[in-house]
C-alpha cells in the first residue's frame, strides 16, 4: 500500500488530533483545590482535605486489612470487595515489573464500632491517609481508612475508589496527588432519592442497580414510593388480595423481595423508608378490605427504619359528601370532610407512633392542620419553596423536596438548579437549621420505566446528593460553569464507566441523548 | 379507624382492580400455539415444539447433569450458573412443602463434542425435553438439553430459562405446559449487532451488558464497529500513538480490554467482528503512521473471528486529487481517485486474506466494482433494499443491514417494520439464498451513549433476532399486532426483568419514554 494514498487522510489527522489533545485537556488532571485550584475529582466534595503532588502505583492484588472491633464485620470485607471490582479489571493486568513493587498494596480500615444498627443520623464521617512509604508525612506507606461505624467505611471506601484511576499508559490503577488527608463527614443525615413503583414496576434488579448508584454519590435513604393509586405491587400476606392490584402477576415484589432489598440498601449504608400514601392515593388498596390498618404492622416487620412516610397528599375530600354512609358518619360527628381528613392523618401518625415509627408527611399535612400534627412529625416539602423555615419555626423537623427543583420528572430544570437548592434556604436560626434532616430527589414514575429510569436520575441527583453532603461554604459558589462542571462531567463517566446509565450533564431537558458525536467529559 | 372513611375510595377500587385483571388477561398465559393457537413466550421462536397442560415445580437447588464429551466444559458449567441465577432470586425461596419434591431437581445437558471453536456456521441447534417423572411421555422425569457443541447447549439454556417462570402466589418456579419437546437451530448463521465506540465510548462493563441482552435473543455476532473519524479509541501497541486519537485519556480500550470482551462474548456463544473502516471513515488514525496497515497483523491476534470488516463506505475520493503528492502517484499509474479507491480497498482485502480473514465490505465495494472483490468477500448492505439479491447472483455472500429498516439509530422505524424485513426478499434460487448469511442490526452513536445506547437497541433489535432465527413460515404471518406482539412485549419485560433497559415496544419513535402509567406487558 503506497502511503501516498493515505497522505491525505493525514492533512485531516492533524486537525483531529489536535482537537482530541485538546478534549483531554479540557478533562484535567484530579488536583488539590487549595494547592492549584484545579478540580478534585471525588464526588461529593470532601469536608476536609489536603493533597500532594506523588503519583501511587495501587497493587492489582489490594489487601485488606481490617482493624478495631468493627473491621472484621463481613459487611465490611463485602464493601471491599465491591470496591476492589470496581477499581480494578481483572483482566488488565499491570505491566510493572515485580522489582518496582506497589506503593499501595494493603488498605488498612479501622472501624471503632461492631455496631451495624443503621438508623437516621448514624456516623457516617470517615479519615482517609494515603501515602508511600518514606513520604514526608508518613513513616509507613499505604492507605488507611479510619471510621466509627462500619457505614462511615463504605463511605471512606467510595471515596477511596474516587481516587484509584487507571492510567492507560502506565495500565496501573494509581492515586494521584498523594499524599492524600481526608475527613469527611455529611452536612445533612437524610439524603434520599424516592422512587414510584405504582405507575411503573422496577424489577428488583432494577432497584439493585439504583441503590448501588445511590451508594456512589453517598446518597443514604431511598423512599420507597411503594404503591399509589395505579397498582399495588407489594405482598402484603394477611391480605393477600391487596397485590392483585398489581399491574400484572409478574409486577410484583414479594415479602422477600422487599427484605432482599432493604438487606441490600443495609449493605450499602442506605435506608429504606416505605410510604403507604393514604388516603389520598389509595385507589388500589381494593377487593374488600375495609380494615387495612392492621396491614401496617406486618411492614413494620419488613422495613427496620425508624421512619415511615404516610403519605398525606393530594386527597380529594369531595367523594365523602357524596358516600352515603361516610356522610352519615360525618353527620354524626358533625365533621367536615376537612375535619375527616384531619382525623384520618392523625389516626394514622398514632398507629405508625404506636408501631415506633417516626411519621413523615407530605406538606399538605403540615399546611392544613400543622399544629395538630404529632410533634415527631417529619414534614415532606414538595409544593414548593419557602416550606421548610415554616415548619422547623413549629419545631418540626422538614425534608426538602420542592418539586420546582428536586423532582426528577421535572425535565426542564437544569443541573445548575438543582445545585444551588438548598436546604436550609431561609433558616437563620441554628438550632431550627437543625430540624432540617436534608432533602429527597423524587423520581416519580408517569413516564419513567425501566428504560429510562437510571438516566433520569443521573446525574441530577448527584447535583443534589453533593448539596446535601458537602459543606455549604466550599459549594457555594458563583461560578458553577468553571468550578462544578468539570467535576460532575467527571462523576458522570463515572457512573457510565460504572454500566449505570446516567444521561449527558448539559443538555437542557434531562434524559435527553447526546447530541452528536463527542466526550463523555464534554456533553 | 372507622372503616366508612374508607368506603367512597372503594367506588373506585372495583373499577380499578376490575382494570388490572384485564391487563393480566391482556398477558396470557404461555400456552402452545399448536393446542390452543396462545403465543409460545419463548424469544425467538423455536423451530419445532409440542406442548401439554401440565404445571411443573422447579427445585430451587437444580442441579446440573453433564453428559457427553462437551457436556463437562467449563462453558457450559459457567452458562448453566449464569442461567440459575437469571431463573432463581436467591433470596425468594420456595414455601413448598418438603414432602411434596419438585418435579424438576436436575437438568441434564448431553453436549457431543468438545470443541470449544467458535465460528460462522457453528452448530447452534439444540433439543429440550421437560416432563415430570411418569409423564405419558416420559419415564424418567427432568429435563434435558441436548446439543452437537457447547454453544447449542448455551442456546439451550436461554430457551429453558425462558420456560421458568417465577409463580407469585405458590413462590415457586415453574415450567407450565409440559411436557415439553423441543427440536430448534436457526435460520441464519450470520445474526449480529453492530456497536459504534467511536462516535461515543462505551465503557467495557456497558459492552458487556449488551453482549448479555444480545445471547438473550440469541444474536451471535457483536460487529464493533471500534473507531472511525471522531475517535480512536482502542490501543495497537506497535503504534501507540494511534489511541491518542481517543476522546480523553480514559475513553480507551486496552488490548486486554478487547480480549476480555472477546472472551466474555465467547463464553456466551457471540463473535466479535471487528471493523475498521478505510478509506473513508479513517481521519482518527493520525499522528504521523504512514503504513498502518501492519496493525492489522496485530489485530488478528485480538479478534480470532473468521471475519474481518474492512469498511469501504462513503470513501470521499476528492481530497487525493487536491493533495500533490498524492495527485503525482495517480499520475504517474494513470490512475483516477476511483481506481485509487478500489486499488486501496482489493489491496486491503489482500492483506486481510493474508491473515487468514474473510474481508466483509460495506456494499459501495461491490457497488462500484463488484466484479473485482475477491470471491471470498462478503458483501454487506446497508444502503437500501434489493442489494443482496444482486450480490449473490454475483455468487458473493451477503449480510443484509438495509438502513431503512435495520439502523437502529433511525428511530422512526416501528418494530412491525423491522420485523418484517426479510433478508431473503427477492432471492427464489436455493442456492444463492444459502449465500445470504444473514443480517444485521446497527448501532450507529452519534446520539447513543451509555444513557440510551440499550433502550435504542432494544426492543428492536428482538424483532430482527427472531426474524434470523426463526422458521420462514412461523413468523411470516399478516397480523403482528395479535400474533407477536404479545410475545414482544413478553420478551421485552424480560429483558427489563434482567435489568436491561428495553424502551416500550409500541411507542412510534423508538427509545422514547412510556406515555403514561402502565404495565410493561402492553407498553
Known amino acids: 500500500m503506497p502511503p501516498e494514498l493515505l497522505a491525505c487522510l493525514f492533512l485531516a489527522l492533524v486537525a483531529v488530533s489536535a482537537s482530541g489533545a485538546a478534549a483531554a485537556r479540557r478533562h ?17 466534595l470532601p469536608k476536609n482535605f489536603t493533597s500532594g503532588t506523588r503519583t501511587l502505583a495501587v497493587d492489582p492484588d489490594l489487601a485488606l486489612d481490617p482493624r478495631g472491633p468493627g473491621g472484621g464485620a463481613a459487611a465490611v470485607a463485602e464493601a471491599f470487595e465491591r470496591y476492589r471490582s470496581l477499581i480494578f479489571s481483572p483482566w488488565a493486568h499491570a505491566a510493572r515489573p515485580a522489582s518496582a513493587g506497589y506503593d499501595v498494596a494493603t488498605l488498612t480500615v479501622v472501624v471503632a464500632s461492631a455496631d451495624e444498627t443503621l438508623e437516621l443520623g448514624v456516623d457516617e464521617s470517615y479519615t482517609i491517609y494515603i501515602a508511600a512509604a518514606g513520604g514526608a508525612n508518613s513513616i509507613v506507606g499505604g492507605a488507611t481508612i479510619e471510621a466509627n461505624t462500619i457505614y462511615g467505611a463504605i463511605r471512606g471506601l467510595e471515596t477511596f475508589s474516587q481516587l484509584c484511576v487507571f492510567n492507560y499508559d502506565t495500565k496501573n490503577v494509581e492515586v494521584r496527588y498523594a499524599p492524600w488527608y481526608i475527613q469527611d463527614e455529611p452536612r445533612f443525615a437524610f439524603r434520599g432519592l424516592m422512587l414510584d413503583t405504582s405507575r411503573h414496576y422496577l424489577p428488583v434488579d432494577v432497584i439493585k442497580q439504583v441503590i448501588d448508584s445511590m451508594s456512589f454519590s453517598k ?14 405491587p407489594l405482598e402484603i400476606p394477611s391480605y393477600p388480595n391487596l397485590w392483585k392490584g398489581s399491574y400484572s402477576k409478574s409486577e410484583r415484589y414479594t415479602v422477600e423481595d422487599a427484605r432482599y432489598i432493604v438487606s441490600y440498601a443495609k449493605k450499602r449504608g442506605i435506608n429504606v423508608m416505605a410510604e403507604i400514601d393514604v388516603p389520598g392515593h389509595a385507589e388500589s388498596w381494593g377487593n374488600g378490605y375495609p380494615k387495612l390498618w392492621p396491614s401496617l404492622s406486618y411492614m413494620r416487620k419488613i422495613f427496620p427504619f425508624g421512619l415511615f412516610h404516610l403519605g398525606g397528599d393530594e386527597v380529594y375530600t369531595g367523594c365523602w359528601n357524596l358516600t352515603p354512609h361516610v356522610k352519615q358518619w360525618l353527620d354524626e360527628r358533625n365533621m367536615a370532610t376537612k375535619d375527616a381528613y384531619k382525623y384520618f392523618v392523625l ?19 403540615f399546611n392544613s392542620f400543622g399544629e395538630s400534627l404529632n410533634p415527631r412529625t417529619v414534614v415532606h416539602n414538595w ?20 418539586q420546582g427543583v428536586w423532582y426528577l420528572d421535572h425535565l426542564d430544570v437544569p443541573w445548575e438548579q ?106
Open 418 to 523: 438543582v445545585y444551588t437548592a438548598e436546604p436550609l434556604a431561609g433558616i437563620n436560626d441554628t438550632a431550627q437549621q437543625k430540624l432540617v434532616l436534608g432533602g429527597e430527589v423524587c423520581m416519580w414514575g408517569e413516564t419513567a420505566d425501566t428504560s429510562d429510569v437510571q438516566q433520569t436520575i443521573w446525574p441530577r441527583a448527584a447535583a443534589a446528593a453533593e448539596r446535601m453532603w458537602s459543606q455549604l461554604e466550599a459549594i457555594s459558589t458563583q461560578d458553577l460553569e468553571t468550578t462544578v462542571l468539570a467535576r460532575l462531567h467527571y462523576f458522570r463517566c463515572l457512573l457510565n464507566h460504572r454500566g449505570i446509565a446516567a444521561a449527558p450533564v448539559t443538555n437542557f431537558y434531562a434524559r435527553r441523548p447526546p447530541i452528536g458525536p463527542g466526550s463523555c467529559f464534554v456533553q
Open 28 to 44: 484535567p488532571a484530579p488536583a488539590n483545590s487549595t494547592a492549584t485550584g484545579n478540580p478534585v475529582y471525588i464526588w461529593p
Open 383 to 402: 409544593l414548593g419553596p419557602g416550606v421548610c423555615p415554616k415548619v422547623v419555626a413549629k419545631g418540626l423537623r422538614c425534608i426538602m423536596s420542592n
Open 219 to 232: 446518597l443514604n435513604v431511598l423512599h420507597w414510593h411503594i404503591i399509589d393509586e395505579q397498582s399495588f
Open 347 to 365: 389516626k394514622a401518625q398514632e398507629i405508625a407512633i404506636d408501631l415506633n415509627w417516626i411519621p413523615v408527611n407530605w406538606e399538605e399535612t
